[in-house]
């Protein structure tokens, strides 16, 4: 009944439930009718039955008395007339049946035993007793029908049923307007809301017919399909646009079950793949793995399976239905849809370029890329590599370090161009003479590396011998020009006894030089006990001392006094001199080092620390400097012609405001010829600021006087080796009284080194030399103590 209720509508609800509780109102009322009615004829029956039977008694009773049957019988015939009156019946005081109304509807009891007043069925029956002073002499015991009276009242209760059975309907006819005026806005508000939710049509609108609860309801679903309709606008724009990202992101986004069935992908991944989006569906993802990736996903997976917690990735290569591999980077992890069910959520993103830049950078990272051989740092690998395989199974290699003899010549004539072309050439040709398992590289400038592995000493050197053959043989044609280079070779053995790689390399460039040394284009085989390969390695072991004596300010700086030879003042003029000290305190002299940071490069640091030291000693030390007349510093000629130099030292004199005519900057004769552009605009440019220059061990080069009048310096210092012996050997005085003559006729002051006693001194003094300097004045002291 209730599901039968439910499916109804608003309208027919609303009749049912009117018509339900009107039924309902009418059969209650009708039923209280009833009940009262009925109950009504009963009470009003019993009371005049009681009536009749109460008068019947007071006139029978002298009838009873006097045993007169007949008189009472002609009262009882009174009742002859009731229409509803069944029976009349008197009884004696024995209780014995007296008389009787002569009725042929019903009998009189025979006995008055057990008789009483009640109702039995549609029949009273009222029981009357004679009282005579309290003593009952006898009764009257009467009975009627009421189903007269009964109809009568169900006559009456039918009308009245009738009445408002007519009162219901007309009712129904005036209450159906209005009962439709309510289920009418209801149904259309319900078909609204089934067209907007059948169509999705979020802009339709309830029509509004009052202002009552109906009508704020009408509004509020208007209101809400409002806010719908936004909502909806905003997730189709949002949904559009996260659609739109999804399938064009430019990633391979993938849907698998747990097999790697291809359930959905976006289409970028699609297209990247060369098939349409439905084509892909059902699809495994292993169909498009490479052949030697397979084993790889298959195994990346299995681990999403067994780790659904964690984010995997993995790099492998996919085969595009064109038959192009790219490489990807895969992410996945394991998901639950809306119905609990897992599956592998795949991202691949396309890094075909970068893997192809990784691996071009990897080579370059590992290669020369002029030459396109390996390069230093690969090459320093591979040594390390070979002496662990060495010190493992006791086995031989050998390095090979080539440096090219003449190729300065080339560049500097032809220009860099020429010279990159020409080690091109020359790495093809060597890589020509060396077996596929050697290790060729280009280690920097001009020199080369082979590694040998497996290979003996002997069978190095016959090979060396052919790598220098063959580069001997190689002309290089440039512009119409042909040159002929040669090579210095070093071998350096790696077994088990090497040491690591950075020793090995030393050992190599040793030799390598051992073989410059003797002549060049030759090869020279590394030996422990070579002298002057042990002078070499020497010199090698200070470069990092002198690194380290920089940066821990290991060196110190010495003056020697130069003094006047013509006059006597008090005015200081000294020579900066640099001295290291060891780590047990011990002074060692310049001579153990400044060969080798000449040779490695390391001498425009050194410069650049004796000069930044020197100017913030005198800027710290005002009584030093308020005594000095002039400090001479030394310059390499690698500082020379380092084009930094030059700013530095005006960056120190702006730092420590040191007066620029107090310092003069002492450099080689052969340093400054050979760059002797540049070095004339060094001298230049500082000479310009106030500074004075030197030239020192003059008389040494064999061009010395050709090359001082192109030189703008203020004086001479003249080779020592000159001067010692003037005392005895007539040829070095010449030489001493020539060099001070031309370099006064030039305008420029003299100072003479190695002066020992005090008749070289007097000597210099008599030829007009203008400063001396050695032993024989003062030795070398700390600045301090000047």
Same mark, same amino acid.
């Given at each position: ?32 009718? &009833? ?54 019946? &008197? ?25 009483? $007043? ?52 007309? $009712? ?73 990202? *999804? ?56 681990i999403c399976r067994n780790h659904p917690e964690q984010v995997h990735k993995l790099e492998s290569r996919i085969v595009c239905r064109n038959g192009n591999t790219i490489w990807v980077r895969e992410t996945a992890r394991l998901v639950k849809d809306e ?47 070979? &002496? ?12 090979? *370090? ?51 592995? *497996? ?164 800027? $710290? ?58 070095a004339r605009q060094f001298m230049e440019s500082l000479r310009g600021k106030g500074c004075s220059f030197s030239l020192d061990d003059f008389g040494s080069g064999l061009s010395s006087f050709a090359y001082l009048k192109n030189l703008p310096v203020d ?45 070289i001194f007097d000597l210099l003094q008599t030829l007009g030399v203008n400063y001396a300097q050695g032993y024989g004045i003062a030795k070398p002291v700390p600045l301090r103590e000047l």
């Amino acid at each position: 009944m209730s599901k039968f209720f439910a499916r109804l509508s608003i309208k027919s609800k609303l009749f049912a439930i009117a018509i339900t509780s009107s039924l309902f109102s009418m059969l209650l009322a009708l039923l209280i009718l &009833v009940t009262i009615n009925i109950s009504d004829v009963k009470r009003k029956a019993q009371d005049d039955l009681l009536a009749v039977a109460g008068l019947i008694a007071n006139r029978s009773i002298a009838a009873v008395m006097f045993d007169d049957a007949n008189l009472a019988k002609e009262n009882l015939a009174s009742l002859a007339n009731l229409p509803d009156l069944r029976s009349a019946c &008197v009884y004696d005081k024995q209780g014995g049946l007296f008389t009787a109304l002569d009725k042929p509807t019903a009998a009189c009891p025979d006995s008055l035993q057990g008789l009483r $007043t009640h109702f039995d069925q549609l029949s009273l029956y009222v029981y009357q007793p004679m009282l005579v002073d309290d003593e009952i002499i006898g009764a009257v015991y009467l009975c009627s029908d009421l189903s007269t009276a009964f109809w009568r009242e169900l006559k009456f209760v039918g009308v009245v049923l009738l009445v408002l059975f007519v009162a219901l309907f007309i $009712t129904f006819l005036l209450t159906a307007p209005l009962l439709n005026r309510v289920a009418k806005p209801i149904a259309q508000l319900a078909h609204t809301a089934q067209k907007v939710s059948r169509g999705h049509d979020y802009s339709l609108r309830a029509e509004k017919h009052s202002s009552d609860e109906m009508g704020i309801l009408v509004d509020a679903f208007n209101d809400m399909l409002d806010t719908v309709e936004t909502q909806n606008k905003a997730l189709v724009s949002v949904k559009n646009n996260y659609q739109a990202l *999804y399938d064009n992101n430019p990633t391979m986004v993938f849907n698998l079950d747990m097999d790697g069935q291809i359930i959905s992908v976006n289409r970028f991944g699609a297209r990247q793949l060369g098939l349409g989006v439905e084509e892909l569906q059902g699809c495994s993802i292993f169909n498009f793995a490479h052949p030697e990736d397979i084993g790889n996903c298959n195994q990346f997976l299995q681990i999403c399976r067994n780790h659904p917690e964690q984010v995997h990735k993995l790099e492998s290569r996919i085969v595009c239905r064109n038959g192009n591999t790219i490489w990807v980077r895969e992410t996945a992890r394991l998901v639950k849809d809306e119905n609990n069910l897992p599956h592998l959520l795949l991202v691949c993103e396309d890094i075909t370029e970068t893997r192809r830049l990784s691996e071009k950078i990897a080579y370059q990272a590992s290669h020369d890329e002029l030459t396109g051989l390996v390069n230093r740092r690969q090459f320093d690998i591979h040594i390390q590599n070979l &002496v662990l395989q060495a010190q493992t199974d006791d086995s031989s290699h050998v390095l090979c *370090y080539l440096d090219l003899d003449q190729f300065k010549i080339v560049n500097d004539t032809c220009g860099h161009l020429a010279g990159d072309e020409l080690l091109r050439q020359l790495g093809e040709v060597l890589r020509q003479q060396v077996r596929k398992m050697d290790i060729l590289a280009r280690l920097g400038g001009d020199e080369f590396g082979i590694l040998m592995s *497996y290979c003996s000493l002997e069978q190095a050197v016959v090979t060396g011998e052919k790598l220098r053959n063959a580069i001997c043989d190689f002309q290089f044609a440039w512009e119409s020009r042909s040159f002929s280079i040669g090579v210095s070779i070093g071998v350096a053995p790696i077994n088990r006894s090497s040491g690591n790689a950075v020793d090995v390399l030393k050992e190599a460039d040793a030799a390598c030089y051992a073989a410059k040394e003797k002549g060049r284009n030759r090869v020279h085989v590394f030996s422990p006990d070579d002298e002057e390969l042990t002078l070499r390695q020497g010199e090698m072991q200070w470069v990092e001392k002198i690194r380290l004596g920089i940066e821990q300010n290991r060196f110190q700086l010495f003056g020697q006094l130069i003094v006047p030879l013509t006059h006597n003042h008090e005015a200081l003029h000294f020579e900066t001199l640099i001295r290291y000290r060891d780590d047990q305190g011990k002074i060692i002299p310049p001579g153990a080092f400044l060969p080798a940071a000449e040779r490695y490069n390391m001498a425009p640091p050194l410069d650049r620390w004796v000069i930044a030291t020197l100017f913030e000693y005198l800027a $710290t030390t005002p009584d030093l400097l308020r005594r000095l007349e002039m400090c001479s510093v030394n310059l390499s000629g690698l500082s020379l012609s380092d084009q930094s130099m030059l700013s530095f030292i005006g960056e120190q004199f702006q730092k420590w405001r040191i007066p620029t005519e107090k310092i003069c900057f002492e450099v080689t004769e052969t340093a400054a010829i050979s760059n002797l552009s540049y070095a004339r605009q060094f001298m230049e440019s500082l000479r310009g600021k106030g500074c004075s220059f030197s030239l020192d061990d003059f008389g040494s080069g064999l061009s010395s006087f050709a090359y001082l009048k192109n030189l703008p310096v203020d004086y001479l210092k003249i080779d020592g080796l000159f001067v010692k012996d003037i005392l005895e050997d007539r040829v070095d005085l010449t030489m001493v009284k020539s060099i001070n003559e031309v370099a006064h006729v030039m305008g420029k002051k003299t100072i003479a080194e190695f002066v020992e006693n005090k008749s070289i001194f007097d000597l210099l003094q008599t030829l007009g030399v203008n400063y001396a300097q050695g032993y024989g004045i003062a030795k070398p002291v700390p600045l301090r103590e000047l």
